[in-house]
């Protein structure tokens, strides 16, 4: 890049940087998934290989995954429970073309056998495009969702659309759900189709996607540091933590940003809290926009799953606060899923915080943050 400095302006130079800054930042972003990429698929080869070829395999027969898992999680290697190691041995026997896009270094060594008994390169690739392409299009979590498609022509028409339309993860889910191969396969005007489900498509931002928990996983980052929505949702967590604990009621902190799994898809839920005196889990949720009738509704499911996942011997059920605030209105809300004893309800109620302490509270933290800003 030649740049001639003293023809510059500062706008320019705004410019400059700003286009400095996106290039290095979607390489980055592409270097990490295509990394993440090839990490899952090579699992998927030597779990495969072990299978084949393993010196000891029989010792483990069908518990090798469930004791791979607990092996990998004692050295502190990232989603590697037994669910995942099966995604990652699909992963390879869907798509062996990928062996190509692997660096030298692994291409060799496979190549020239030293760290496999046999190999099995000969499966016939399911996807029609080239493992480079592949690997450097569409991120893990795409291939995740893919996985899912058992129908290989189906999965190869969703590959295909997702790179053409440079799909989010989101839009490739959305696209699926809205049958748009079974919709393509009957309609008479397949361009027109294609055209109009592009049209107002979410795109794949070029910036890093930490958000994701394959991603922040794979670099070692720990949920708190790339979950928050805001400076100001991380602030006012902060502040909603240390008010619940200096109320006296009972509340013991458990976690913050607590990763579920629901329906093969992660959730975090922004405060936990064990509450001694109802013997229940007490879930909590901020969000900074107006309340929304799904809003509820995902609080619910939380309240459900830590129901029946989490309750033990002596718990009652468990409990959730939505808090919404926007710059007009703030709105708290309880969950009470499946919790249909209304002398029950009323005893948490008479435990908890009321609504209206909690309002005051978010309002007056968000107008003193924002005096501050």
Same mark, same amino acid.
């Given at each position: ?125 399911? @996807? ?39 799909? @989010? ?8 759900? @809205? ?124 309240? @459900? ?69």
């Amino acid at each position: 890049m030649s740049l001639k400095i003293n023809t510059l302006d500062f706008q320019q130079l705004v410019g400059t940087i700003h286009n400095i800054h996106d290039e290095l930042t979607a390489q980055a972003s592409r270097a990490v998934n295509i990394s993440l990429t090839l990490r899952n698929w090579l699992i998927g080869l030597y779990i495969r290989e072990y299978e084949q070829h393993g010196r000891d395999r029989a010792r483990y027969g069908e518990a090798l995954l469930d004791a791979l898992a607990s092996a990998l999680r004692q050295i502190g290697i990232a989603r590697s429970d037994a669910r995942e190691l099966r995604r990652y041995r699909l992963f390879y026997t869907t798509y062996p073309q990928i062996r190509d896009a692997l660096p030298p270094e692994f291409s060799s060594r496979l190549l020239q056998g030293k760290d496999l008994g046999g190999g099995d390169s000969q499966i016939p690739p399911a @996807s029609q495009l080239d493992g480079g392409m592949l690997v450097a299009r569409l991120s893990f979590t795409h291939f995740a969702e893919l996985l899912a498609i058992e129908d290989s022509t189906k999965r190869s028409f969703y590959e295909v659309e997702c790179i053409r339309g440079n799909w @989010s993860v989101r839009e490739l889910k959305r696209q699926i759900g @809205s049958l748009y191969y079974e919709r393509s396969g009957l309609s008479r005007n397949k361009r027109k189709l294609a055209e109009l489900a592009n049209q107002n498509a979410e795109t794949q931002a070029p910036s890093l996607n930490i958000r994701d928990p394959y991603v922040f996983e794979f670099l070692g980052l720990k949920p708190k540091e790339v979950m928050s929505e805001s400076h100001l949702e991380d602030q006012l967590i902060d502040k909603l933590e240390e008010f619940l604990l200096e109320l006296g009621h009972g509340f013991c902190f458990e976690a913050r940003q607590k990763r579920i799994l629901i329906g093969g898809e992660h959730f975090f839920v922004d405060l936990v809290f064990y509450h001694r005196i109802l013997k229940c889990h007490v879930l909590v949720e901020l969000k900074l926009e107006k309340f929304r009738h799904e809003n509820i509704g995902q609080l619910n499911t939380y309240v @459900s799953w830590y129901r029946r996942h989490m309750m033990t011997d002596g718990d009652n059920p468990p409990i959730g606060i939505l808090l919404c605030a926007d710059k007009n209105q703030t709105l708290a809300e309880y969950a009470l899923a499946g919790m249909d004893n209304q002398l029950f309800v009323s005893k948490y109620l008479l435990e908890l915080p009321g609504k209206e302490a909690m309002q005051a509270f978010i309002e007056g933290q968000v107008k003193e943050i924002g005096e501050q800003q």
